[in-house]
């Protein structure tokens, strides 16, 4: 299976901007998020192929994951 995993903001400086990731068996986005070192607390926004989801979503192959950090603004 494979998913891509997209990163913004903050996230993409700490790892990268997009990187399609392998996996053999069913993976959850927390998994992601454990092998990311994300804590659920730094996430503002979690996005399926366009659509919100929560961690415990079961991604599926050919998803495309995209994480965002809570947005701030003024």
């Given at each position: 299976?494979?998913?891509?995993?997209?990163?913004?903001?903050?996230?993409?400086?700490?790892?990268w901007?997009?990187?399609?990731?392998?996996?053999?068996?069913?993976?959850?986005?927390?998994?992601?998020?454990?092998?990311?070192?994300?804590?659920v607390?730094?996430?503002?926004?979690?996005?399926?192929?366009g659509?919100?989801?929560?961690?415990?979503?079961?991604?599926?192959?050919g998803?495309?994951?995209?994480?965002?950090?809570?947005?701030?603004?003024?």
């Open positions: 299976m494979e998913v891509e995993i997209r990163l913004f903001a903050s996230f993409k400086k700490r790892c901007k997009s990187k399609r990731l392998h996996f053999s068996d069913a993976v959850q986005i927390i998994d992601i998020l454990d092998i990311l070192q994300i804590d607390e730094e996430i503002g926004m979690i996005l399926v192929n659509s919100y989801q929560t961690v415990d979503y079961n991604l599926k192959d998803d495309i994951l995209a994480l965002f950090p809570p947005i701030a603004g003024g």
